[in-house]
């Protein structure tokens, strides 16, 4: 019996408002200049490009769309003058276009250019540098329209998430130092939380290109914290890999072995230290290391809250 998908959930976020809001401010102010379709086009492109996940993001579309109409109107007014037909001449124009955005990775589709491009060179009375200013224009009110919204209206803030996951690897490391623990031979591996960490550096990474109008301040100071927390992370998990590494677990030594249990980890592991080893040493250092980060941590995201 073949099994049947389920559904994926309708969903509509924050972000997909916001689009829907800088486009029809867009358009209501285009249209108070005698609107026309290119107009409304053009405005509603740039009011799209501009609500991206990040400030930083948003600013670099506003670039991207305001040259990139420049790019198709000079384009196309150089290719204008080749004795070539406007059939050739936009092939040639939509592959050096195309070939340029794929050499610099611009990550904005160059359909923007490329449709200017084909209105000059298929427009035979059309001025080229008035369309372009014209199109500009109109570019630039959905572009600033856009970036507006998406900073004045529900600005992204991802620092919830960022410390939901660092708190999530506070359950990952217990139950790691469980499973090191629980009397057989077995050792974990710490790759999983290792995948944790670099995902959230990636919210970081977002975190810091965005720009959170009138907490600005805040924003400096919590970036701060949260890269001091996500270096504490990082050297904790170094810590667990080189336990993972040894050949198996040494015996816990009282203090260890106190510390662990006042975290609420559960120690099977009753062997007695009654003669000390090398493993013994090397894992109670290791252990010693990790629970001492943990609590440093914990400590770090208590003063953020």
Known sequence: MRRVKPLKKFHIGPRTIKTAAAIIISLAIVNQYGASSAKLIFAMLGAMSAVQPTFKG???????QIVGVVFGALGGLALRTLPVSYLTAVGIGVILIIAIYNTFHVTLSPSLPCFILVMV????DMSPMGYALGRIWDTAIGLAVGLCVNMLVFPYDN???IRATMESLDKD????????FDGDEHLPDADGMAAKIAAM?????IFSNQRLLFHLRRQRRELAQL?????????LVTQ???????????RLDEEN??????????IRDDRPLDSVMTLDVVTNYHVGQVLTLRQELLEELRQGK
């Open 58 to 64: 948003s600013l670099e579309a506003c670039l991207t």
């Open 121 to 124: 060179v298929t427009t035979a």
């Open 159 to 161: 620092s919830r998430k």
């Open 173 to 180: 490391l217990i139950a790691f130092l469980e499973d090191m």
């Open 201 to 205: 550096e990636k919210q970081l990474t």
């Open 227 to 235: 890269r001091s927390c996500d270096r504490m992370a990082q050297a």
């Open 240 to 250: 667990l890999e080189a336990l993972s590494h040894l050949e198996r677990a040494g």
């Open 257 to 266: 072995r106190r510390r662990l249990q006042a975290c609420g980890a559960e």
